[in-house]
């Protein structure tokens, strides 16, 4: 895998396009909204307290700040490409089984970079606790991992491309 640094965040090409996705909608479609909305409430007349006007301004100040955003998480990601992922590893894009040893919990988990991470629907972060513990791990490994509450171990039951 080749090195990124500090600012850059690897991503899986899926994560890549809804970020570009979003993006595009942002700037093709929701500052068109915006401006309409805009031109509506200057046509009301009286700017200084008039709520349509204030709202569509924060509106467009908070789609602003997320287009920068965006714009800015697209320059500093590198995306993982398939021929990087070993198959029998788990990696960035992949979806891991694994058993918590000491409940015997089993629990499926796709790693994902930190931009796309969605933990309440099992992607993780591979710069989360779980998601840096598991990677590179392979089929039956334990891996112990450090966790707010303490320390866990996680046996590694399916590795699968998702």
């Known amino acids: ?3 990124t640094t500090q ?3 690897l991503i899986t090409r899926e994560g890549y396009d809804k970020l570009v996705a979003e993006l595009e909608e942002l700037k093709a479609v929701k500052r068109k909204e ?3 909305q805009l031109g509506e409430a200057i046509a009301q007349g009286d700017l200084s307290e008039n709520a349509d006007y204030d709202a569509a301004k924060n509106a467009q100040a908070e789609n602003e700040e997320r287009i920068y955003k ?3 998480m697209i320059k500093s990601v590198r995306i993982i490409e398939e021929s990087e992922i070993e198959a ?3 990696n960035l894009g992949q979806t891991v089984r694994v058993e918590n040893v000491a409940t015997n919990e089993i629990s499926t988990y796709r790693i994902v970079g930190s931009n796309e991470s969605d933990p309440l629907n099992g992607l993780i972060s591979n710069e989360s606790p779980v998601g840096r513990g598991l990677m590179g791990a392979k089929l039956n490994d334990v891996v112990e991992v450090e966790i707010p509450d303490g320390h866990i171990r996680l046996k590694v039951l399916e590795v699968s491309r998702s």
Do not use: G, P, S
Request: hydrophobic share 45%; charged share 40%; net charge negative.
């Open 88 to 90: 029998d590893r788990v």
């Open 34 to 36: 915006i401006a309409a």
């Open 7 to 9: 600012e850059d965040r």
């Open 1 to 3: 895998m080749a090195n």
């Open 70 to 72: 965006l714009e800015n």
